[in-house]
């Protein structure tokens, strides 16, 4: 599966965004999809993710509440929806996917990645 992650840009700190993480070649549908971030200097980390069901989700607690993953088979792609961002949000943020049970997924276990969309708050 190849994955297309879009949506980022600058955001003033307070505000929102939604990514997208578009799939071509294999329905998103049989995979469990992660969004990882990046800062500079830092290792990359588990932001959200989703299971193949769409029923089980996970965040890392530093985002539980104010981002919201998602999924539309239909459209062959999942949603991040980020708000009240702060400016220690601001990374490259990627989608992954995984056909691995390991759960929450991790770095190691995404056999598939997008190439990265940047995401900058301001203070």
């Known amino acids: 599966v190849q994955l297309q992650a879009s949506g980022g840009g600058l955001v003033q700190a307070g505000g929102s965004l939604r990514l997208s993480c578009a799939a071509s070649?294999?329905?998103?549908?049989?995979?469990?999809v992660g969004w990882f971030r990046q800062a500079p200097g830092k290792d990359r980390e588990l932001v959200a993710a989703i299971r193949r069901s769409g029923t089980a989700t996970y965040y890392s607690p530093s985002m539980k509440g104010r981002f919201t993953i998602s999924r539309d088979n239909a459209r062959n792609t999942v949603y991040l929806e980020m708000s009240s961002l702060k400016a220690e949000d601001t990374a490259v943020y990627y989608c992954?996917?995984?056909?691995?049970?390991?759960?929450?997924?991790?770095?190691?276990?995404?056999?598939?990645w997008g190439q990265g969309t940047l995401v900058t708050v301001s203070s």
């Open positions: 992954a996917a995984a056909t691995s049970v390991y759960w929450p997924p991790r770095v190691s276990s995404m056999i598939s």
């Open positions: 070649g294999r329905a998103i549908s049989s995979y469990t």
